[in-house]
């Protein structure tokens, strides 16, 4: 295990196993003191660190690598291979463009496009998207069906095939 200084913050040090220790003491904590690391909103784990009077709250993710990862494209993101944000092992962890981060994220399925009535931009709910299929089954014609829900013809022939709300979730 190495340990380095946190750029930016002195009095403290991140080790490759992912341990952040206050250097120096201070408001109630002794020099060479793991910090404890909380769950982040967003699933990360993080620490507080203290500057000049001010709490800063940093992943230990981006810490080990800013001291541990070359960065020669100055990519603006840390990317967690596995998918598993929590996983902070410097194996696991790489400089990543947004894009590259999202395009990962997808590729490995942590995230999927939201479609279909969860969109929030869904104009139709589970219902109509219901009603559609069973008007279509009666013999009605795409534009009457969009005459009869209220949307263009369009987005009832995305509906029928399956483009805008997927078959398996609004056929029942």
Known sequence: MMWARIPDFSDYAVSTHG???????????????????VLSKRGYLAVNLRREGKTHTKGIHVLIASAFIPNPEAKPQVNHRDGVKTNNSILNLEWATNAENVKHAYDTG????????QSPRAKLKQEQIRAV?????????????????????????????GISYPKEVTKE
């Open 110 to 117: 942590l995230n999927s496009p939201i479609t279909g009535c």
């Open 19 to 37: 341990e952040v220790m206050r250097l120096t003491g201070g408001r109630g904590t002794r020099s060479g003191h793991i910090l404890k690391p």
């Open 133 to 161: 299929w069973n008007l279509r089954a009666d013999g009605l014609s795409q534009e009457a069906i969009a005459k009869s829900v209220g949307v263009a013809q369009i987005t009832i022939s995305r509906i029928l095939r």
